[in-house]
């Protein structure tokens, strides 16, 4: 196996894998598309906006792999957006070609790789065999232009730097240890909007924009009493929404809110695993070391002491 990054001379094969991509990173094809060709085009000629697309050839006439991964400038996360060809994930190993993006992530600092996977794709079993793990699930729920239900705000505003603790600790409340051991606190600056009751925060929404529609990923607290009636209001006043189509993504940790969105009119979509494969492990290791001679006598046997290291794998 040949594995290398992509370069131009890949755009011909590329073009021909445009409509056989398994998309691993549903808030970027859900908003901007699908960019397998133009995101692949911009990696090769400007590698440190973040994106990072690999090939792996086996020196046959069979179809070459190709994959793809970002990561934000000094973050921990990268993210698989995409594997192709299709048709040719379930019957060739991908272990070449994950250990090459492991490595190059690895190198720009990530230390967890993650992937949206519905469980009936192509790239499931492949991706559970290479180590990545499922620590959530999720279901998207796309609404249209309209959304049933009235405008009211009640107490919606856009966040700002003074709702970051809160929001911190309606996160740590509401998330639990798996996701929160596989998935940053959401970013230091707030892109979305807060949900206040009196002196208590019970909602928070973060929305990320393009040019095909909005993605919305909320935490609301399971004490919200008129469920169906805050989240019209979220929705309904969602900052330059004009015509795209907004997409909501629930976590089966937060599976209250699935009926309300039901009630407003919402279309749900198949179900997703979330994976991660951790790309580093602290292990504690043993190292000896002489302890001093104490009143003349011999020095004593070398005691082992713990030694916390970081394993790259």
């Not at 979220?234 to 189509?245: A, C, V």
Request: some cysteine; glycine content about 8%.
């Amino acid at each position: 196996m040949i594995t290398r990054p992509f370069d131009w001379r890949d755009l011909p094969m590329l073009h021909r894998y445009r409509d056989q991509g398994v998309y691993l990173y549903s808030a970027l094809v859900l908003t901007r598309g699908s960019l397998l060709i133009p995101s692949a085009m911009i990696a090769s000629v400007a590698p440190g906006v973040g994106v990072f697309t690999s090939v792996c050839e086996d020196g046959t006439n069979e179809q070459p792999l190709i994959g793809q991964a970002v990561q934000n400038q000094g973050s921990t996360l990268a993210q698989m957006t995409f594997l192709a060809p299709r048709p040719a994930l379930a019957g060739k190993d991908l272990s070449a070609l994950v250990e090459y993006m492991v490595a190059q992530a690895g190198e720009r600092g990530a230390l967890r790789l993650l992937a949206d996977v519905e469980e009936q794709c192509e790239a499931f079993e492949p991706l559970r065999k290479l180590g990545f793990a499922i620590y959530s699930r999720q279901r998207i729920w796309k609404f249209p232009e309209q959304v049933n239900g009235n405008s009211q705000t009640l107490s919606w505003r856009t966040a700002t730097d003074q709702d970051n603790i809160p929001v911190r600790a309606l996160y740590n409340n509401i998330a639990p240890g798996l996701v929160q051991q596989a998935e940053s606190y959401p970013a230091e600056r707030l892109r979305g909007m807060v949900y206040w009751k009196g002196d208590n925060l019970l909602g928070y929404a973060e929305f990320k924009y393009g040019h095909k529609g909005i993605w919305v990923q909320p935490l609301v607290h399971p004490d919200v009493n008129e469920l169906t009636k805050m989240l019209s209001g979220l929705l309904h006043n969602i900052p330059n929404r004009y015509s795209r189509p907004v997409y909501v993504c629930v976590r089966t940790y937060q599976s209250w809110l699935d009926a309300p969105l039901k009630d407003l009119g919402a279309e749900a979509g198949p179900p997703q695993a979330v994976m991660v494969k951790h790309l580093a492990v602290s292990a504690k290791q043993t190292r000896p070391y002489a302890l001093p001679t104490l009143e003349g006598g011999r020095p004593e046997v070398s005691a082992p002491i713990a030694h916390s290291e970081t394993n790259h794998s």
